[in-house]
C-alpha cells in the first residue's frame, strides 16, 4: 500500500471517529472530521515518507479546471468556425510528440485532446511517444493543440507522478 493511500484511510478513519464521538451519522459531521483529519495529517506531514496527499488533490482539480477552460476555448473556435458563411477550413493529421512515458498518463492525454472540439487523437505510438491527431483546421488548429498539449501534460505529469 502506497503511503499517500495511508494518508487518506487515515483521514477517512479520523473522520469515522468523529462521527462516533459525535454519536451522529451525518453527512456534515462526517465532513467536519475529515477537515480535521486533513488538518491533522497535514501539521504531521514531516513525519511521513511522502508528499502530503492535498498536493495531489489540488493538482487533480488544476487539471480538471485546465480541461474546462480549453473545452470552453476550443468549443468557441469550432463554434465560429461553423458558424462562418463560407467553410475554410482544412482538415488534417499532423503528429505531436509527447513527453508522457506510462501507458496512463498517455491514455488520460489522448482522452483530454480528443474531448476538446476539433481535434481527435487517431493513432499513439507509446513506444516512441508519438500522437497522431486529426484537427478540423490544420492551419489554425496546429499551434493551438500543440498548446494545449503541453500544458495537458505538465498537468498530468504533477497528477500522476
Do not use: C
Amino acid at each position: 500500500m502506497t503511503e499517500i493511500t495511508t494518508q487518506i484511510l487515515l483521514n477517512l478513519l479520523i473522520a469515522f471517529v468523529w462521527m462516533l464521538l459525535n454519536e451522529s451519522w451525518n453527512v456534515m459531521i462526517f465532513s467536519i472530521g475529515y477537515a480535521i483529519g486533513f488538518l491533522i495529517i497535514f501539521l504531521m506531514r514531516r513525519f511521513f515518507p511522502v508528499h502530503f496527499y492535498g498536493r495531489k488533490i489540488i493538482s487533480i482539480i488544476k487539471l480538471f479546471s485546465l480541461f474546462i477552460l480549453e473545452l470552453l476555448k476550443s468549443s468557441v473556435v469550432v463554434m465560429i468556425q461553423v458558424m462562418r458563411p463560407k467553410l475554410t477550413i482544412q482538415p488534417g493529421i499532423f503528429r505531436s510528440d509527447t513527453i508522457l512515458k506510462s501507458d496512463w498518463e498517455i491514455t488520460l492525454l489522448s482522452t483530454l485532446l480528443t474531448l476538446t472540439p476539433g481535434s481527435v487523437v487517431m493513432e499513439i505510438d507509446p513506444k516512441a511517444g508519438v500522437l497522431y491527431i486529426h484537427a478540423m483546421d490544420v492551419n489554425e488548429f496546429r499551434t493551438s493543440i500543440s498548446k494545449t498539449k503541453d500544458k495537458f501534460e505538465k498537468a498530468i505529469i504533477e497528477v500522476m507522478r
